[in-house]
Every structure is written in C-alpha cells, then in structure tokens.
C-alpha cells in the first residue's frame, strides 16, 4: 500500500466503538476517510463526534448505507485505494433469527467486496471479524491461532443465547475470505479479543460494557471474563492501519494483548481501584464460564506489529470515559 497512505479509504459503520476510533487514528495520520453510516430521515441521529474530529472538516465524508442494501455502499467506495470493513449486524439478544442476522451480513459484506472490486481503485479490504470466530468447540487447545474455526453445528446443538452472532461472523468471515480468493481481491482480516478501553461514540460500547462488568456489579456478564483475551481499542485501530500498509498482509490475523482469568482481574481492579468494591473470591467460585483458551497473536507481531497498550491502560481510559458520560 506504500504510495497510497493518505487515501482516501472507506470505513463501514463509521458510528460503531472500532470504526469511529479507526476514523479518528485515520485522519489523524492524515488520510482522506470515506465513513458510511444507516440513514437517519428524521435527523435524530448525532454523529458531531465524527464531524467534530481534527480534520474531519477537510478529509472526512459521510454517505448512506445499509447492509439491507448492499449496493448502497457503491457511492462511499468508489474512488478509495482501500477499505476498512467493520460494519455488522449487532444482536445478541437474539431479537432476529440466525439465519436473518447471517444472510444480511454476508449479502452485505459480499456487496461491500464486489463494489470494491468494482472500484478499480482499491487495493486491499481490512475486514474486522471477532475472535468469536476462533472459540466454539475447541476442547485441548491451550491456545488459539489462525488456523482455528469455531464450529458452527457444534454451537447450533448448543442452543445458547448470542449463538447466533458468533455463528454469522464467523460464516461471515469464511464467506468474505472465499470470495477475494475467487475474484483475486487482496482481503485480510482482523480478530480481535474482547475490545476495552477510552471510546469516542455516545453510547457505551458492549464489549466494555462486559469488561467493565465487575465494576459496573453486572453479575449477569461474569461468565464472559472466566478466563478472557483483551486488546486495546487504540491497538486495534493501529493494527487494521498497519495491515492495510503491510505489503505482504495475507489471510487473517488475531490481535490479543492480554489474557487473564475473571480472579486475577478481580485482584488487578482491587488494587488499582480501590474505590470500587470488587467481588471476593469467595463470590467468584461458583461462576461458571467456557474453558479458557488464549489468543496467540504470533502472525500479527511476526509482521513488525507492537501493542502499544497493556490492561492498565484499557481501564484507565475505560473509566475515564464512562466518568465523563455519566455511564459510572
């Protein structure tokens, strides 16, 4: 990508957690930034904290679009030399089926490619997966790489509430990665761990809002941090930049920091936030959760890649954050 670093490229779902701090890394390095978000005809929707961003002004466009309507995104990739895929459908309730959730993301996501292809202009598509598509059925392994998938049929049998969201990133993904080696398209991907830290958008983020969990007293998400893998949001951002300017970038990529178990964060947050009445060990014994299995980022940093934030700083910024929308 050497040549094209300042653009412009596109990034879907401009309003999302990843996607606004990615815009924000973006401009700040001095890209051109195409960001697409749902289209809003009552203008009840604010997204100032996009245009309000340094540089926005200059280098920031915003278009319309919906994955309902793949070819909707035609208008905001035209033109880019690249693209940062981060858009999905968000529903762990289980609101919609799985089958609703899966055909919209990978019609979306499938448009999204064949519009950029299309292009003549991009070079490479960063698409933002999940390391929900590397967990599932994965008994003995002590750590995960690229080459685990979650096994889809193994997690219907289970019928769990939010299968069905692992279930359709990770069809997604497989999809996407099928297709650019069909039509020759240059695709990476990008898995992250649980996502924490300082966010930009309004509303409070799931994924820190799970992290978050023994701060906030949700007992409800204390299964999720059993044993959990984290990664910085800013590290995040840093890492889908720095794999869309890598020459040699191929197939997918795991971005994990730090892995901990639910009594070693409860020990950390202890004692670097004292004013936080944590859980005790005592209450924590009878939490159940999956076995734990840390992310190896190995690929990633063999790449030259350096996380730049440890846990630390993820809560931290985390804490600031909802201190300052009123979240805590």
């Not at 051109?32 to 961003?53: A, C, E, G």
């Not at 030399?81 to 089926?97: L, Y």
């Not at 448009?111 to 390391?131: D, M």
């Not at 924490?196 to 958008?201: E, N, S, V």
């Amino acid at each position: 990508m050497e040549g094209h670093r300042k653009g412009p490229v596109c990034v879907t779902g401009g309003t999302g957690f990843v996607a606004s701090w990615l815009i924000m890394k973006l401009l700040q390095q001095g890209y051109s930034v195409h960001t697409t978000t749902r289209s809003d005809p009552d203008k009840k929707k604010d997204i100032s904290f996009l245009t309000n961003l340094p540089g926005a002004s200059e280098r920031l466009q915003i278009f319309n679009a919906d994955l309902d309507i793949p070819d909707s995104f035609d208008a905001a990739i035209a033109g880019c030399v690249g693209v940062f895929h981060v858009a999905h459908p968000m529903d762990f309730g289980d609101k919609e089926t799985e089958e609703t959730k899966t055909k919209r993301a990978i019609n979306g996501t499938l448009g999204i490619l064949k519009a950029c292809l299309e292009s003549k202009t991009v070079k490479r598509v960063v698409c933002t997966s999940s390391a929900s598509t590397v967990f599932g059925h994965n008994q003995g392994l002590d750590v995960i790489d690229e080459s685990t998938w979650t096994d889809v049929d193994f997690l219907r049998d289970l019928k769990v509430v939010g299968a069905s969201y692992t279930i359709t990133k990770t069809l997604t993904e497989r999809a996407a990665l099928e297709f650019a080696e069909e039509h020759g398209l240059d695709l990476v991907t990008v898995i992250p761990a649980l996502i924490h830290g300082p966010f930009i958008c309004p509303r409070l983020p799931g994924s820190v809002r799970t992290s978050m969990a023994m701060i906030f007293g949700d007992k409800d998400r204390y299964s999720f941090l059993v044993g959990t893998s984290l990664v910085h949001v800013d590290d995040v951002a840093s890492a889908h930049i720095f794999l869309l300017e890598y020459p040699n970038a191929k197939g997918r990529y795991i971005c994990s920091a730090v892995d901990i178990t639910i009594h070693e964060m409860a020990e950390f947050l202890s004692s670097r936030y004292p004013e936080y009445q944590m859980p005790t060990v005592e209450c924590l014994k009878d939490i159940k959760g999956d076995k734990f299995n840390g992310l190896s980022s190995k690929k990633l940093l063999d790449t030259g890649f350096k996380f730049k934030h440890r846990l630390e700083d993820m809560y931290d910024g985390a804490i600031q954050c909802c201190k300052e929308q009123g979240f805590i």
